[in-house]
């Protein structure tokens, strides 16, 4: 029955002898209708997702040392915080990395990266000139 009642909805789709039969523009605007969804949906994280360039300096890179006081594996980015000499003041710095998917297919583990760990971390620095970068390389610091 459902074969019978599906090739019935494509021969009325069919253009016979250059007539179009009433049936077909819907059959045309339903899909068409499908598509454009499917595109609008697709395009949608595009655009809401901002640009690495568009926050972050690639030309300037520095590495920083210090101990993580807080981690944070939530969308979109995995963040941590650390504490970082500067003389004889402590500063706080803001490290972001990619989605915590993406970090976990490339072989980082939840417990890698905890509170009271030093770490070692090359970033590209933040353009407005705070404490925030995006980690090129992070790695466990020696005590």
Same mark, same amino acid.
Not at 83 to 112: C, F, H, I, Y
């Given at each position: 029955?459902?074969?019978?009642? @599906? *090739? %019935?909805?494509?021969?009325?789709? +069919?253009?016979?002898?250059?007539?179009?039969? +009433?049936?077909?523009?819907?059959?045309?605007?339903?899909?068409?209708?499908?598509? !454009?969804?499917?595109?609008?949906?697709?395009? $949608?994280?595009?655009?809401?997702?901002?640009?690495?360039? $568009? *926050?972050? #300096?690639?030309? +300037?890179?520095?590495?920083?040392?210090?101990?993580i006081t807080k981690t944070d594996w939530s969308n979109p980015h995995v963040h941590f915080l650390m504490d970082?000499?500067?003389? #004889?003041?402590?500063?706080? @710095? +803001?490290?972001?990395?990619?989605?915590?998917? %993406?970090?976990?297919?490339? !072989? @980082?583990?939840? *417990?890698?990266?905890?509170?009271? #760990?030093?770490?070692?971390?090359?970033?590209?620095? %933040?353009? #407005?000139?705070?404490?925030?970068?995006?980690?090129?390389?992070? %790695?466990?610091?020696?005590?």
């Amino acid at each position: 029955m459902g074969g019978q009642i @599906w *090739e %019935a909805t494509r021969l009325n789709c +069919q253009i016979k002898s250059g007539i179009v039969p +009433q049936k077909m523009t819907v059959c045309l605007r339903v899909p068409t209708l499908v598509a !454009g969804m499917i595109m609008l949906f697709q395009v $949608a994280p595009v655009v809401a997702h901002h640009s690495l360039e $568009a *926050e972050y #300096d690639s030309k +300037q890179s520095i590495t920083l040392t210090g101990t993580i006081t807080k981690t944070d594996w939530s969308n979109p980015h995995v963040h941590f915080l650390m504490d970082v000499k500067d003389g #004889d003041r402590t500063v706080n @710095w +803001q490290v972001e990395m990619g989605s915590p998917n %993406a970090q976990l297919l490339s !072989g @980082w583990k939840l *417990e890698d990266l905890k509170p009271g #760990d030093r770490v070692k971390v090359s970033v590209y620095r %933040a353009r #407005d000139g705070s404490n925030l970068g995006f980690a090129r390389k992070v %790695a466990k610091a020696s005590p």
